[in-house]
């Protein structure tokens, strides 16, 4: 909810400035605010050294992810193509259970589109989420700060070569 909240409030500030006849965000400024409000959702970069490596670390996980549009393009065309092949037998089955005029398809049509569009954003947002984290994680391990690559768990001290946390094998990283 914080999240949202802060959208509103960066688009609202970027009107004001528009109305004044100014240029709504510069871009890092643009970068800074998402940034600072994705930032939260990882805890991670709070096990850096300092600021500056956190920075480093978060810039260099967005570096890696500038592919992630092409995986939110082929899961969305997926998609797409799952509903565009499965629409006709299914429309047809309810027109033979149920009456439906056109306008009625229509919008059986429109509202299952656009929950085929909202599971691909779901779906492309818990990729770029677990991406993140996982190229957080081999950062720290990098940076001998030892982090299951699996769960997050700080494996400080831990000798066994197994996360305490969720069974993840260390060599497996």
């Not at 990729?127 to 190229?135: A, N």
């Amino acid at each position: 909810m914080k999240r949202i909240a802060a959208v509103f409030k960066m688009l609202w500030e970027g009107l004001k400035r528009m109305r004044k006849g100014k240029a709504p965000f510069t871009n890092r400024e643009m970068v800074a605010g998402f940034s600072q409000i994705d930032r939260e959702r990882f805890p991670e970069l709070h096990r850096f050294p300092n600021a500056i490596a956190a920075d480093k670390a978060w810039q260099q996980a967005a570096d890696e992810l500038r592919g992630l549009w092409l995986t939110f393009g082929l899961i969305t065309i997926v998609l797409i193509a799952t509903w565009r092949f499965l629409r006709t037998p299914l429309l047809a089955w309810v027109s033979h259970r149920v009456m439906l005029g056109w306008f009625a398809q229509l919008c059986l049509d429109i509202l299952i589109g656009g929950m085929v569009g909202i599971i691909a954003i779901i779906l492309t947002m818990r990729l770029h989420h677990r991406s993140v984290r996982r190229s957080l994680r081999r950062q720290l391990n990098a940076l001998s700060e030892p982090t299951c690559l699996a769960c997050g768990y700080d494996l400080t001290g831990n000798r066994s070569g197994r996360c305490p946390e969720c069974g993840f094998s260390v060599s497996q990283g």
